[in-house]
Structure formats: C-alpha cells, structure tokens
C-alpha cells in the first residue's frame, strides 16, 4: 500500500484529482501517515457496526486509517466551493501510465477535454474512441480526474480517450453537464474530429462513474437522437435514480460507508435544485420509457455489492435488459462506493479497472 500513497488526493466519491503524475508537494509530504492516524484526531466517520462485517477487509483496513478521520463536508451552509481543493487522504488510485501523447483542448469555449492518445501510426480506419465522464456528485472533480484509467484503457487498448471536463453545479446546474455531453457526443461524430484526432466514428464509447455514469446512461440515449452511432456504454457504479431515498431505494444499504443518503441528496440538491425534474430521463435514466432504454448500445456495469448506489444499478439493468439491451455485469463483493477510486489500494478497486480495459477491448475487437 505504501508505495501508492504518493499524492493527496480531494474529497470525491470517484477520486478527483486523482492520477497525477507530479511529486508530493511538500506541504502534502508533511501530512504523514502518523499525523493521519493520531490517536487524537476525532473520529467523524465510522464504519456502521452492522456493514463492518460485510466489507470488503482491505477497505476496513484503509477506512480505518484514513477515511474515518476526515470531516464531512458543511451541507447546511452555503456552497463555498472548498470542497474541490480540500485534500483528505493519501493518495489511492493507481499510477498514471503512458501514453502516445496527452493534450488538453478547447473545442467548446465553456470546458475543457484531455484527449489521450495511443503511440504509434493510428490504424487506416482511425482509433476507436471513449468518451469518459469522472464522477464527484456532479459538483467535484475536474480534468485531473480518473487520469489513471484512461491513460490504462489508452496504452492497453489503442483507443483514443476523451476525459471531459465537464461544467461543474452548483455554479451550472442541470443541465449544464447534459448540454456538454450532448455537445461532445455531437461534435465528436464530425469529420473535423476525425481529422483532428484520428478516429473511427464506427467504434464510438461513451462511459462515466457515479454521477458520470448517470452522464453516461444519459448520453447513451442521446447518441441515438444524434445519430451517433455508439458500440459500447460504460456504467461504474451508477447513478440511476434521482428521486432515491431511504425510503424507497436506499434502505438495504443506507448505512454503507462514504457515499451515505445525506451526502447523495446534498450532492442531487446543488445539481438539480428543481424537484420537479427529478422523474426527466435526462435526470433519472431509470425513469426512460421502454422505447428510449432501447435505444441504448450494449452496456457493461459495475455494480460495488455495498453501495448506497446498488440497487438502483441492478434496476437500470433490469430496466434495460426488458427493453432488450444486452447487459455485462460485474459485481464486486464487499466493495463500497469508492472502490474504483481505490483501486491503488485495494484488490478488487483494481479489478474493476481491469475489467473495464478488457471491456472496451472486447468492444473495439468485436
């Protein structure tokens, strides 16, 4: 583990700012593993004793020592914006890998895209293409974000990546990230971008995690209005549900670690401040008729077996197979929410990255 606790990484549940390659700064450097676990410090978030024993062991073991101590998040004040720069714990994703080159751009003057590129002479047909959408409850994350998977899904699948930058809530709400989304998924399909970025428009992908995943879902089916022809739809731990609570969804796992009900419902409330567009598809995939689930490419899903997100993944999989879309899932037992942004650090964090690189070579080979 040590070896991967190299940089800090910022409060997020699918790892902003994660997959940097820089050396700790010198300020992070004192921030020692002694100083993180000091018996003084206060323990703000404990694992609940009723989901101790069903978590994965090397998770209790990481939680235990860092994740426990860190203080949640003012959820009753006015956004400050704080949150984006506030570091936590070391870092734990795993390492960034290289690629053929890496360039950020500015095809759209409101957000940013890295574009990771494969080495070597692009195939005659052009590289196959993802478009990937971090996660951080719609109001974390930024550019830097899952740096590490896509540099993996680059090298090991030659495969372009788009990691978007999409705008942030509160300061653009929904559907701001939508309109990105569907301005990329557009502009992509041009011959402008094939040119510029070598790429196959038959081997198009679109994939996210957490609140990206939702992004994702969403763009799957828009791809379709857009006639943007997509291969292959990558869900990681997925939000599905916006009008999820206790009540309804959460309740088999309202006590599971990190991403707990009042953070979800924090993050939906900066994202979507108008409760009455919780049941938009746009909002809630969950809530697509039967016609546009069937719309969406094949889709592979990640579902982390304690998180609060479970049961509404394992609905949208069932909502999509009934409108006759072929589903791959991989279900990760004993991991919660985090567990992709984890993966430097834990076995099965690492697997489910694994596993999402040997998706999309499946689907570019197919």
């Known amino acids: 583990m040590a070896q991967m606790l190299q940089v800090f990484r910022r409060i997020c549940g699918s790892g902003a700012g994660r997959g940097k390659k820089d050396q700790t700064s010198k300020e992070e450097s004192e921030m020692t593993d002694t100083s993180t676990t000091s018996p003084e410090r ?37 956004w400050d914006g704080s949150l984006r720069t506030r570091y936590t714990w070391p870092y734990s994703g795993s390492p960034v890998v290289d690629v053929g080159s890496v360039k950020d751009i500015r095809p759209d003057p409101k957000f940013a895209i890295r574009v990771f590129t494969p080495a070597g ?127 309804t969804r959460w309740s088999a796992h309202k006590h599971s670690p990190w991403l707990t009900p009042v953070r979800m419902a924090w993050f939906r409330s900066l994202y979507l401040p108008d409760k009455s567009l919780e049941t938009d598809w746009k909002v809630s995939p969950l809530f697509a008729s039967k016609e546009r689930l069937g719309k969406s490419p094949k889709t592979w899903v990640a579902i982390a077996e304690q998180d609060l997100l479970s049961t509404e993944g394992r609905d949208y999989i069932k909502a999509l197979r009934e409108a006759g879309v072929e589903v791959e899932v991989h279900s990760y037992p004993g991991m919660p929410h985090t567990m992709m942004a984890l993966s430097g650090v834990l076995h099965r964090g690492r697997q489910s990255i694994v596993d999402i690189v040997d998706a999309v070579r499946r689907a570019i080979n197919s």
């Open 42 to 78: 206060r323990v703000y978030q404990p694992i609940h004793p009723s989901v101790r024993p069903l978590l994965d062991r090397e998770y209790v073991a990481f939680h235990d020592k860092y994740a426990q101590y860190v203080v949640p998040e003012n959820m009753s004040g006015p």
């Open 121 to 247: 002479t692009p195939p005659a047909a052009g590289w196959p293409v993802l478009i990937w959408l971090h996660g951080g409850g719609w109001i974390v994350g930024n550019i830097e974000s899952d740096n590490d998977l896509c540099s993996l899904i680059c090298r090991d699948t030659g495969c372009v990546v788009l990691n978007v930058d999409y705008r942030l809530a509160p300061e653009h709400q929904y559907p701001a990230a939508i309109e990105d989304v569907s301005w990329t998924l557009r502009w992509i399909n041009t011959a402008q971008a094939a040119r510029d970025l070598s790429i196959d428009h038959t081997k198009i992908m679109i994939g996210g995690a957490s609140s990206g995943a939702n992004l994702a879902a969403v763009g799957a089916m828009l791809a379709a209005d857009l006639n943007v022809p997509l291969v292959l739809s990558i869900l990681v731990v997925p939000v599905t549900d916006n009008t999820a609570t206790v009540e």
